[in-house]
C-alpha cells in the first residue's frame, strides 16, 4: 500500500475504528474526553480542496476533526470552510501573527483578533493552533508570553492546552510520523518513546494493542493524496524542504 494516499489514510481510520478507538475533536476531548480516545488535528496550510477531501472521508465514517485555517490565501477559502463545518467538523485558526508581524506582540495580538473575529463570521470557533513557521526565526507560541488567547473565549492551543506526558503525539510534518530530525517547531515534550516508520506500522501497532489509550494525530491535508502527479510533487518537494529543516533543525541545536 502506498503511503500519504487518500485510501491509504482510510485505511488507517477504519483500522483505529476497529480497534475501539473513539474520535473527538479538540474542543471536544477538552470538554470531557473519552478513555480511548483519538484526537483529529488538520493543519490546513496549503491546498484545501484536498482538506474537504479528508473531511468528507472523516463524515463517511461518522468521524468529527478540528481544520485548522491560516489566514493567507493558499489555506483560507471560505466556501471550503464553511462545507467543512456544515460536515460537523471544528474549525479553528492556525494562526502565525507573531512571525508575520515581526515578532511585535502588539500588532500581532491585534492581527490574531481581526483575523479570530473573520473566521468567526465563517463558524463557531472554539480553539486555536499555532502555525510552526518554520523558515521564521520567531516562535508564534511567544505571543502568549503578554497576552492571553482566552479572554476571547478560546478554550485551547494544543501545545499548550495539552499534557503531553499523558498523550501521545503523532505528527506527519515532513511527510514522515514523528520525524523530529526535520520538525522546527511541530514538537512536544512527549511522555512517550514509540517510533513509527509508515502508517502501515502505525496500523500495525494498532492491532498489537502497542498504542497508548489517549493519542492526538495531526496531518497536514496536502500530503495525502490519490492522483499520481500531485502526489510526487508533494514528494519531492517535502524532500526539498526537509534538507532545508533538517539544517535549521541542526542550527538550532
Excluded at 487518500?6 to 483505529?16: C, G, H, K, R, V
Excluded at 478554550?155 to 503525539?169: A, H
Excluded at 513509527?196 to 493524496?225: C, D, Y
Amino acid at each position: 500500500m502506498m503511503d500519504f494516499t487518500l485510501n491509504t489514510y482510510y485505511a488507517l481510520l477504519e483500522t483505529l475504528l476497529a480497534q475501539g478507538f473513539l474520535f473527538q475533536s479538540f474542543t471536544e476531548f477538552l470538554q470531557s474526553h473519552h478513555h480511548r480516545v483519538i484526537m483529529l488535528r488538520h493543519d490546513v496550510d496549503l491546498r484545501p480542496e484536498n482538506s474537504l477531501k479528508i473531511a468528507k472521508l472523516e463524515h463517511d465514517l461518522g468521524i468529527s476533526a478540528s481544520y485548522y485555517f491560516r489566514a493567507v490565501p493558499e489555506s483560507w477559502d471560505e466556501a471550503i470552510i464553511c462545507e467543512i463545518a456544515g460536515l460537523g467538523h471544528e474549525i479553528g485558526y492556525h494562526y502565525e501573527n507573531l512571525s508575520s508581524c515581526k515578532g511585535k506582540p502588539d500588532r500581532a495580538w491585534e492581527d490574531f483578533q481581526a483575523n479570530l473575529a473573520k473566521l468567526r463570521k465563517l463558524a463557531t470557533v472554539n480553539t486555536i493552533c499555532m502555525h510552526g513557521s518554520p523558515m521564521s526565526r520567531i516562535n508564534n507560541l511567544d505571543l502568549w508570553k503578554t497576552h492571553d488567547y482566552k479572554i476571547l473565549d478560546i478554550l485551547g492551543e494544543p501545545y499548550l492546552d495539552v499534557d503531553f506526558s499523558k498523550v501521545f503525539y503523532l505528527s506527519d510534518t515532513g511527510r514522515r510520523w514523528n520525524h523530529t530530525g526535520v520538525s522546527v517547531r511541530d514538537r512536544v515534550d512527549s511522555g512517550f518513546d514509540i517510533q513509527v516508520n509508515s502508517t502501515g506500522h502505525l496500523m500495525n501497532l494498532a492491532r498489537q494493542g502497542r498504542l497508548p489509550k489517549q493519542i492526538m494525530i495531526n496531518t497536514h491535508p496536502q500530503r495525502w493524496e490519490d492522483r499520481t502527479l500531485p502526489w510526487l510533487k508533494e514528494l519531492v518537494w517535502q524532500n526539498v524542504k526537509n534538507r532545508a529543516k533538517w539544517a535549521l533543525v541542526k542550527l538550532k541545536s
